[in-house]
């Protein structure tokens, strides 16, 4: 199946910036983008800074969704987020807690324990009776089949990942006690699978390995895919194109954050998982080599939108601001 990747010149657009939240909002027909971070300079230097606002992409451009306060997690995009029936569900990640006043690391930025919903006048901070442990990095995806949100792993400092599971009921969190988990994993995928009827876990690091196993959700346990020859990547983007449905990732680093450094190499390569079989496809037009890139599925159109990240060079000059769309060519087989 051949893919084409599409640079779109939207009229208005979220200035640029890397590590944003990007996600693929399908109950109202939109896929939304809130932090991330930009430069900003100051009489004393440059600094990292994140817009309080949200956007949405209807397909041909991006307009402002929501002012005001977001997450406080929004400036490092290390938590995860996942569309539901009722709004955009939130959990953890790393920055200056907001609901609890708690300090942390960092001149008070730690990881977090919040739960925040995007609803229709914009974001805000729930109050479940139990909750996961303060984290960042875990991997949040919806359940279609039993009508849950299920969160996996994540971990604190260091890169000390989890392997607890909890479910969403829209009310409260609940710890699963699964007889199988897959490894510790930060900064992973989760997204659902309409063929399987399960949700699939994928991506992220062990460590300072990258992951590139599949594990699936039957609803009591995880199970393993024995599905190999994937590409081992961090700091690129994945993205699950439901309508072709093909598992893609992009950009980033392979096999290792060891020795990573602004000027380490990183690639342009999309990567498709397919039929149960990974290829690499190489097209002309193409993003350019970046990192720290978001991508996610828009559901109106069949298409993966692809936004902003850092070039390699890294410096607040590498931001990017350009959008990209994915499709299967028009004629795929």
């Not at 932090?35 to 209807?58: I, L």
């Amino acid at each position: 199946m051949p893919w084409t990747w599409q640079n779109v010149e939207p009229t208005d657009r979220p200035r640029g910036c890397h590590v944003a939240w990007l996600v693929g909002d399908e109950p109202r027909r939109r896929v939304v983008l809130w932090g991330g971070a930009f430069p900003v300079t100051k009489a004393d230097g440059e600094y990292w800074e994140s817009e309080d606002r949200t956007w949405a992409w209807d397909g041909s451009n991006w307009s402002v969704a929501a002012e005001g306060p977001i997450p406080p997690t929004s400036m490092t995009g290390w938590g995860n987020a996942t569309s539901t029936p009722a709004g955009v569900l939130l959990f953890g990640g790393f920055g200056k807690a907001r609901t609890s006043g708690r300090l942390s690391f960092l001149g008070g930025e730690g990881p977090l324990d919040e739960t925040w919903m995007l609803g229709a006048t914009g974001w805000a901070p729930l109050a479940p009776r139990t909750s996961p442990g303060a984290r960042m990095g875990s991997a949040l995806g919806y359940d279609r089949q039993r009508g849950v949100v299920l969160l996996f792993g994540g971990g604190g400092m260091m890169l000390r990942g989890s392997r607890d599971t909890w479910a969403w009921d829209g009310n409260t969190w609940s710890e699963l006690h699964a007889a199988s988990a897959p490894p510790p994993v930060l900064g992973a995928t989760m997204y659902f699978d309409e063929e399987l009827g399960q949700l699939v876990l994928t991506g992220g690091q062990v460590g300072v390995d990258a992951f590139s196993d599949l594990w699936t959700w039957d609803g009591s346990t995880w199970r393993e895919l024995a599905i190999r020859g994937g590409p081992p990547i961090i700091l690129g983007a994945v993205g699950y194109h439901a309508g072709g449905r093909s598992l893609v990732r992009f950009g980033g680093k392979n096999k290792s954050v060891r020795g990573i450094s602004f000027h380490t190499p990183f690639d342009d390569d999309t990567w498709v998982l397919h039929g149960g079989e990974w290829r690499a496809h190489e097209q002309v037009t193409r993003p350019t080599v970046r990192q720290n890139v978001s991508m996610a599925y828009d559901a109106t159109n069949q298409e993966l939108v692809l936004f902003g990240g850092l070039a390699p060079s890294g410096g607040p000059s590498s931001v990017l601001d350009d959008t990209w769309v994915l499709r299967p060519s028009e004629d795929s087989t």
